[in-house]
């Protein structure tokens, strides 16, 4: 705690509350890192460079470095640099799923508008506050207008699937991913200022539990939970990574408005619909024919192979966090 | 000579974000070896992204082949075309048969340029793959030693069909297959065909 108050202030953008927390997280995040690329170096020199699964576990671990220190600088940026942050990242995991949908010439008008229109939107009524809007304007608004977009093609093959996987894209890459930021507008008694935490907590947590079921299913993993969704997540993985994920979080209580045990309760509550997260969209994966999303994050795969499980936990965390803590 | 330089890097970042471009070398691999890189055409970004997704060495050795009628219409065009891009024009529609619509690519193969060319000849306006006009084949029957590199691209027909004004922002592959030689005594339409077959086999 000390060293992290003695740091100069970098960014008024951070409120006063909030500096001292992030600094100390950012800090052991640091230090985890650290650790893991030291690991990574001493494997890469035990077992060779050509070592596939070292060569990917150190690809990954280089990305997590570019990853932390992007959420790092959007953070200084206060909450203009978040919202622009995940606006941004909503883009290219849109982008993303959209790529693997099966759209016709028809829907062009429909796309561009989920791109230039509804996206920002969303992103500006975050940025305004505007819960009433934000909240309703993608399953109201947008599930409303864009399959009229797409009547204006006068194209009606396959319609129903066409608009329905649009939808989708939309529900999940632009609706869920911004209530993430949407966190900053939660009004916390007691807990003012500090809302940037709470994104910290709900990242760190999530994508540790990420983290940890890779670690405990390859040490421990025997029985496959659905072989034909995603081969990699086992029962022991799951028990393993959501038990230590929550033991993390609980031990993170120090930075939210929770208490140990409601912070335990939380982090479960968003490791598990994490878990489920990641195996729906691992499910459309499977269905559309590929490994990966993407190729936007070297040795993790797209973007929304890192944020599947954020996209289902968030959601699920802001209300949670409005309904209990919101009076 | 810079401005042209940075107004071409301007534009393939503006490409790039929009498509997240990724280039694909299965058959081969980004050598200095003159080449003519041929291409399924589905809309303008085309030639834009596969000349911007060459490592730089290679691109300014690389010249698109383009109509004269579209990318002389306008100075902005003709700009872009003439300095950004050092595309060489072609006329469509011959005038006369006397006329040689390939001459001002054989100037470009002869100085020594690499090329990209779309046989087809047009964008094609649905999702199929034109027939390949035999501009192709004439070029391959004149320079037996230049490696014909086919390019599959994928997406782009989705992120701007032809006749819309905005591109769509979703993810393009661009795969390089392993040259394609014109074999001893092999037909025009046979080779072709075959040459147009193994755009629609390239596979990511």
Redesign the interface.
Known sequence: MSLASSLPVISSNVPEAARVQTLTLFMGIGAVLLFASVVGWLLRWRLGAGNAVVANLNARINAWWVMVAVIGLALLGGRTGVVVLFGLVSFFALREFLTLTHTRRGDHLALLACFFLFLPLQYLFIWHDWYGMFSIFVPVYAFLLMPFLSCLGSDTTNFLARATQTQWGLMICVYAISHVPALLALQIVGFEDRNLLLIVFLILVVQSSDVLQYVWGKLFGRHKIAPNVSPSKTVEGFIGGIASATALGASLWWITPFSPLAAAGMALLITLTGFVGGLVMSAIKRDRGVKDWGHMIEGHGGMLDRLDSVCFSAPVFFHAVRYFYVS | MLLDRLAGRFLIFLARLLT?A?ANWVGSRPEPQQRLYFANHSSHLDFLLLWGLLPPALRYRTRPVAGADYWNATPLRRYLIHRVFRGVLVERGRKDAADNPLAPLQAAIDAGDSLIFFPEGTRSQT?EMLPFKSGLYHLAQANPALALVPVRME?LN?VM?KG?L?P????CILTFGAAVALGEGESKSAFLERARQTILDLRA
């Open positions: 997240g990724y999702d997406n989705r069909p819309e905005l769509v922002p979703l993810v």
